[in-house]
Every structure is written in structure tokens, then in C-alpha cells.
């Protein structure tokens, strides 16, 4: 093996994806996509593997596995075999993959254009969500984000060591008085912290439950103050939430 | 109030736009101030939007529609002072990879982060982690096949962002190709 000492290189324009790869050889040979000739696009395509030129380390396996295919099409198109005309060719999915990505790409510029135009024009809201901490107005979030946070606590509890094992068993009517209860007494919940605070994944469950129970039965209502911010449950009656 | 409604009405609309963070249903602003036709409403929604701002360089702010309301922006030429006076550096863009997963939803949506990934040859689950955190897109359900993936839609955000006022302003595929063939031919002589 050969080794070449070129200097510092600093890499910062990857391929997005082995698409991005095979389109750019295809333009460098002049090639129409239909018309491409994939023998001398898979050597040059291999010769980019292995230098590992442009290849997004953490996207190598989406590269070897163009790579597979390449080479699989390759290989059929030196054995003779009677073309099924029911069955794709696995060239001409690859053109057609091809083809749709090229458009993906061009709908890519075109809405990167829209996004420079855009981001000339300032609006009320860039100037809330960089400087000011002024109150934001309350956006109500969806079952999805909850669930997210939610699986965050579980992994977090998961990784800490129970010195015992809860007999306890809980049920969602308790945990409803509960919730209703500490309601009464503080203004809201913050989701997190409430959760964090509880015992056992058993508890944690039970808790997620009952929540999305009283929220889907309009008792509650969960809000998130500013993106990426903490969910806070509030009783629903608290008012008429900007939504 | 005021004895010229035209005057009244425009200056209500400017102020109704000037408080508001997010742009306004024109619907909610012609109830309010009792219009009932369209046209009347485009009336003055155009003697704001030209007379009053576009034209006037002393004004430091334009009428947008954007995502199917109505909404005060900055003009683009002070885009560079502003940045300036509020002192920032740089004005985050989505990645490459975020801008290629936006397009396939926005064309194909509803659709699965499989067809995403697949469309792309990449895995695709980064960009779709961050454009829902944007709330540039939305999940919509699951489909019906075997795994019940989820599928992602492109939200309101989305064409606020873009400067969209709705989902048919962007140019239909067929469009498109007419549209880049157009702009590929210069290159040929290159």
C-alpha cells in the first residue's frame, strides 16, 4: 500500500449520498442518465470508495451498498441470460432512482433560493425567539411530543440501579386523583421534573397514561413555552390557549 | 371614529399586523372590520401594500402572505443592518440534507421516512428528527402497511418559511422540468 502525505486537507463538502455521488460522475463524463454507461461509471465510483474522496464516514454503509449494486448489475450484464421483460432490472431501477433523485436535488436548490429570499425578510417572531424573554405565547404540544420526552425519562431511569423492588401496584384512578390534586396545589405540572421525580418505570407508565387519559378527556392541557423548551400540564380550565 | 372608513380600515389592518407575531387570516380582519367583499378588502390590502410601503422608501416594512394570512416583514435591502443591530452573525439555513428530505415530503406527502431514505439513498432519520423539531414538518398518522410507519406532512411553518402563501404556489413537477430545462441550456456552451 502506498501512502500519500498531502498536506492538511480539510474535507468540508461531502457527497450527500451515493446518488449525489453517481450524478456527479455522470455530469463529469457528460453522460445523459438513460444513456449512462455503468461500466465506466462503477470503476470511477469504486475509485471514490476507496479514497474515501467526499464519502461521509458516517455514511459509508449507504455508499457500499450502491457500491453492491453496481457491481451486481455489472455482473448480470456479462452473463447471458434471456431478459424477463416482467421483471425490473435492477439498472433500470437504478436509472429511474436516478432520475427522481436528480429532481429531488433540483427541488432542493429551488427551495434553498425561496429560504435566501426569505430569510432577508424579517418577521415579529425572529427577533422573540432570539433576544427577548419576554413571556411567550403558549403553544399546545401533540401527543407525539410528549411521547418523546417520555421515552427520554424511561431511558434515563433505565440506566439507574433500584435498590428495590416496588410491591406497590398503581392504577390509573389513583394516579388521576394524584395529578388532580397537585393540580389544586400548584398552578402547573412540569412534565419532566414530575416525571423524573417518580419511582419505578411501572410508575412512570402508569403516570404517562393517566396524562394523555385527562388530556384526551379535556381535564388537561399540555403546552410548551418556547421550542425545545419544557412541557408544562396545566388544568384546562387555566384559560383559552393560543393554539 | 374615524370619518374616512378607508383611512380607518387600513390603519386597523396595519396595526392588527404591526402587534401580531404570526400572519393573520384576512378572513379574521374583513369580519372585524365588517367587509364583506373580497375585493373591496384587496382593495386596501393593495393601497397598503404599494402606496403606503412598497413605494414609500422611508418605510422600513413590506406586506407578506405567507402561509394563508397576511403579515408585516422587514424589506430585504435592510436585511444586513438589521443583522447588524440586533448582532448576528449568521442566519441558520437548513443542511443540504434537511432542504433534499423537505422536498421529497413536500412533493410526495404523506410519506414514509422509508420512501424518504430511499429516494435519497441515504438514511434519512437525522433531517427528520430536526424538521419536525423546526415544526417545518408534521406527523400525520401512520400508513397502512405491514410496521405501521409513521408519515410526515409539511406544516404551516413550512410555508411560512418559504414564503408561501399555500401549498399551490410551488411549481407542479411537470413545471418544474419545464422550468429547468429552460435554465439548463446555457450550460451547454460552457
Known amino acids: 500500500m502506498e501512502i500519500e502525505i498531502q498536506g492538511y486537507q480539510v474535507q468540508t463538502d461531502f457527497f450527500e449520498g451515493p446518488l449525489d455521488l453517481l450524478l456527479h460522475l455522470i455530469r463529469k463524463n457528460k453522460m445523459k442518465i438513460v444513456e449512462i454507461r455503468l461500466s465506466q461509471i462503477t470503476a470511477e465510483y469504486l475509485a471514490y470508495l476507496e479514497n474515501k474522496k467526499g464519502i461521509n464516514p458516517s455514511r459509508e454503509s449507504d455508499?457500499?451498498?450502491?457500491?453492491?449494486?453496481?457491481?451486481?448489475?455489472?455482473?448480470?450484464?456479462?452473463?447471458?441470460?434471456?431478459?424477463?421483460?416482467?421483471?425490473?432490472?435492477?439498472?433500470?431501477?437504478?436509472?429511474?432512482?436516478?432520475?427522481?433523485?436528480?429532481?429531488?436535488?433540483?427541488?432542493?436548490?429551488?427551495?434553498?433560493?425561496?429560504?435566501?429570499?426569505?430569510?432577508?425578510?424579517?418577521?415579529?417572531?425572529?427577533?422573540?425567539?432570539?433576544?427577548?424573554?419576554?413571556?411567550?405565547?403558549?403553544?399546545?404540544?401533540?401527543?407525539?411530543?410528549?411521547?418523546?420526552?417520555?421515552?427520554?425519562?424511561?431511558?434515563?431511569?433505565?440506566?439507574?440501579?433500584?435498590?428495590?423492588?416496588?410491591?406497590?401496584?398503581?392504577?390509573?384512578a389513583e394516579k388521576q386523583e394524584e395529578i388532580l390534586s397537585l393540580l389544586k396545589k400548584n398552578v402547573f405540572i412540569d412534565f419532566s421534573e414530575y416525571m423524573s421525580k417518580l419511582d419505578s418505570i411501572e410508575e412512570i407508565l402508569v403516570s404517562f397514561f393517566t396524562l394523555l387519559e385527562l388530556i384526551k378527556r379535556h381535564l388537561l392541557i399540555a403546552v410548551q413555552e418556547q421550542l425545545f423548551g419544557t412541557i408544562s400540564i396545566y388544568p384546562n380550565q387555566v384559560g383559552r390557549l393560543e393554539n | 371614529m374615524n370619518p374616512e372608513p378607508i383611512i380607518y380600515q387600513i390603519a386597523m389592518i396595519e396595526a392588527i399586523l404591526f402587534v401580531s407575531k404570526e400572519p393573520v387570516e384576512p378572513g379574521r380582519i374583513m369580519e372585524f372590520l365588517e367587509i364583506k367583499d373580497i375585493g373591496e378588502f384587496e382593495k386596501l390590502l393593495a393601497i397598503m401594500e404599494k402606496e403606503h410601503l412598497q413605494d414609500r422608501p422611508e418605510r422600513g416594512l413590506l406586506l407578506k402572505r405567507s402561509g394563508g394570512g397576511l403579515q408585516l416583514v422587514t424589506k430585504p435591502e435592510l436585511h444586513d443592518e438589521l443583522k447588524a443591530f440586533f448582532t448576528i452573525k449568521q442566519s441558520?439555513?437548513?443542511?443540504?440534507?434537511?432542504?433534499?428530505?423537505?422536498?421529497?415530503?413536500?412533493?410526495?406527502?404523506?410519506?414514509?421516512?422509508?420512501?424518504?431514505?430511499?429516494?435519497?439513498?441515504?438514511?434519512?432519520?437525522?433531517?427528520?428528527?430536526?424538521?419536525?423539531?423546526?415544526?417545518?414538518?408534521?406527523?400525520?398518522?401512520?400508513?397502512?402497511?405491514?410496521?405501521?410507519?409513521?408519515?410526515?406532512?409539511?406544516?404551516q411553518e413550512f410555508l411560512i418559511y418559504f414564503g408561501l402563501n399555500d401549498m399551490t404556489e410551488l411549481p407542479s413537477l411537470e413545471e418544474l422540468t419545464e422550468l429547468f430545462e429552460e435554465k439548463e441550456q446555457p450550460s451547454l456552451f460552457k
Open chain 2, 92 to 155: 441558520t439555513k437548513l443542511s443540504l440534507a434537511s432542504l433534499e428530505t423537505l422536498s421529497i415530503i413536500a412533493y410526495r406527502q404523506p410519506t414514509t421516512l422509508a420512501e424518504i431514505s430511499d429516494m435519497r439513498g441515504v438514511n434519512s432519520t437525522g433531517p427528520v428528527k430536526s424538521l419536525l423539531q423546526k415544526k417545518l414538518i408534521k406527523i400525520t398518522g401512520r400508513k397502512k402497511v405491514p410496521g405501521l410507519p409513521l408519515l410526515y406532512a409539511t406544516t
Open chain 1, 63 to 172: 455508499f457500499l451498498t450502491t457500491a453492491a449494486t453496481l457491481i451486481y448489475i455489472k455482473s448480470r450484464s456479462l452473463l447471458p441470460k434471456p431478459e424477463d421483460p416482467g421483471e425490473e432490472s435492477p439498472e433500470k431501477k437504478l436509472i429511474h432512482t436516478l432520475i427522481e433523485y436528480e429532481k429531488i436535488q433540483k427541488i432542493s436548490k429551488m427551495l434553498q433560493d425561496m429560504e435566501y429570499t426569505e430569510l432577508l425578510l424579517w418577521r415579529r417572531l425572529e427577533i422573540d425567539e432570539n433576544f427577548t424573554n419576554r413571556e411567550y405565547a403558549l403553544k399546545e404540544v401533540s401527543a407525539f411530543q410528549l411521547a418523546e420526552i417520555f421515552f427520554d425519562i424511561i431511558k434515563k431511569k433505565e440506566n439507574e440501579q433500584f435498590l428495590y423492588i416496588s410491591s406497590k401496584n398503581y392504577s390509573i
